[in-house]
């Protein structure tokens, strides 16, 4: 089990909360002999035993990274990080959060433990979103959650899974998410809770015309097709909400499993069934 020993911090707001958060956890005693690091280039601002690196001094020095903030932040810090080994801790500073699952108010007590060896790792699969106009890649990212298309109105697209037909639809729009993303726009769109370490992808229409059209677990084996049918409708690709892309009429989007894995560091009590029922209020009257 690799010591971890630097430890980066990525933010990307200034709120108070996650300063006096910072600066509890940097001048705890229990920490002193480790040394952590912004990513000046993201996050900047001067705190004793908080020292600052560019992004590639920054990556090369850190052995493991602790998002302060939402799933954004937290999507952002596995954008980051792709390509190395670096594992990633999440901090919920917000008030949901699937992916940050250590409260604010715990997080130095979450982190003590977790120093110490005390943790459980997960793997999280990425998808590989490529955007073809013509036979030609115009556009290509990788995803920890999910590949969204959206229209200004209906519009009309088809749904391949390897070469094999899914379903044509006419919709609103549609999301491609993984297990990890299916509770993120998916979930609010209707479509299926997913155990995050599965290895499929979850389709789901937003807003279908046909009402028999319902979110499909699928698997990510073979590649997803989606082809765009229609010369009406402004439609937009967001990758992980965050890239958006102008698609037009015949234009291909295929989703394919990454290379790239996210790996998540979490306390050892913090299963993600006790996280659902925590964030989802299961159970409570």
């Known amino acids: 089990m690799k010591t971890l020993k630097n430890i980066g911090i990525i933010a990307f707001e200034k709120k108070k909360q996650i300063e006096e958060t910072l600066k509890a956890i940097v001048s705890d005693e229990d920490f002193e002999k480790h040394r952590f690091y912004l990513n000046r280039d993201v996050f900047s601002f001067k705190m004793r035993g908080l ?27 596995a954008r980051m990080v792709r390509g190395t080994d670096i594992p990633l801790i999440g901090v919920n500073m917000g008030s949901l959060g699937f992916l940050t699952d250590i409260p604010a108010s715990g997080a130095a007590s979450a982190l003590k ?50 070469t094999e037909l899914v379903s044509a639809y006419n919709a609103d729009g549609l999301i491609v998410s993984t297990p990890t993303g299916s509770t993120a726009y998916s979930m ?36 997803i097709l989606l082809r765009i049918n229609d010369k009406r409708a402004e439609i937009m690709l967001y990758i992980d909400g965050k890239d958006n892309v102008v698609v037009k009429d015949g ?14 560091l979490k306390p050892e009590e913090i299963t993600y069934f006790s996280l659902l029922r925590k964030k989802l209020h299961w159970g409570s009257d």
Do not use: W
């Open 51 to 77: 020292a600052q690196l560019p992004a590639r001094a920054f990556l090369k020095k850190i052995d493991v990274l602790v998002s302060f903030g939402g799933d954004g932040t937290f999507i952002s810090a």
């Open 113 to 162: 433990r977790i120093f110490s060896g005390r943790y459980t790792r997960e793997k999280r699969m990425m998808f590989e979103v490529t955007l073809k106009r013509k036979g030609k890649v115009i556009a290509r990212d990788i995803c920890l959650n999910d590949a969204v298309l959206k229209g200004n109105r209906l519009f009309n697209l088809s749904v391949h899974c390897g």
């Open 251 to 264: 234009d291909e989007i295929g989703i394919s499993r990454s290379g790239f894995v996210t790996t998540l």
């Open 188 to 223: 609010a769109s209707g479509g299926p809770i997913v155990y995050p370490t599965l290895e499929c992808a979850i389709i789901t229409p937003i807003c279908s015309h046909s009402l028999t059209q319902k979110p499909i677990v699928s698997s990510i084996a073979k590649p």
